[in-house]
């Protein structure tokens, strides 16, 4: 597949979002070309068209199936593997966002539980420690909550939601 200027930059530009969200550079090139393409590509035309090597495509693409931001499709004559995108930016955030969570916000959560059970029952735990372990863990419980709650709200209500906030946002920046 040939990159357009276009296409290029933005392969760059969400590989460098990428790392700033935690997310190995190659693994979001990857997932940059094949949302652009529209279509099904293997490892080796991946490969080719960003230069990167064979071995790292392999691994980005088994992260890239590991958050489910792509499938794996086989072409009919085709033996190889095919890797397609998911197609739809609301797919792919509540991809993310879901798990982000499970990577990163549960594990928080029963760990700042675990300890102020712990702080609770040690006795030597200092009281404005055990105080900031419990506001903590309050706060990640309300994140938490929200979160179940906004999974909640219909989709084309999260739509309006999401563009009504980005006009606001507009207007009170003029």
Not at 123 to 131: L, R
Request: aromatic residues 6%; hydrophobic residues 45%.
């Amino acid at each position: 597949m040939h990159l357009t200027p276009v296409m290029q930059r933005y392969v760059l530009h969400w590989g460098e979002m990428g790392t700033r969200w935690g997310v190995n550079r190659s693994v979001a090139q990857i997932h940059a070309l094949l949302y652009l393409a529209g279509r099904p590509m293997n490892a080796e035309e991946i490969a080719e068209t960003l230069t990167i090597a064979r071995s790292n495509v392999s691994n980005s693409l088994k992260e890239l199936l590991g958050w489910s931001l792509v499938k794996l499709v086989h072409l009919p004559g085709d033996r190889r593997d095919h890797f397609d995108a998911k197609d739809d930016p609301w797919d792919m955030l509540t991809l993310i966002v879901e798990g982000r969570k499970k990577r990163e916000i549960d594990p928080t959560l029963e760990m700042l539980r675990a300890c102020v059970a712990e702080a609770e029952a040690d006795g030597a735990t200092p009281p404005e420690v055990k105080a900031r372990l419990k506001e903590m863990a309050g706060f990640m419980g309300r994140l938490d909550r929200w979160y179940e709650q906004m999974r909640q709200v219909p989709r084309p209500v999260l739509v309006k939601l999401v563009g009504l906030g980005a006009r606001i946002v507009g207007l009170l920046g003029k």
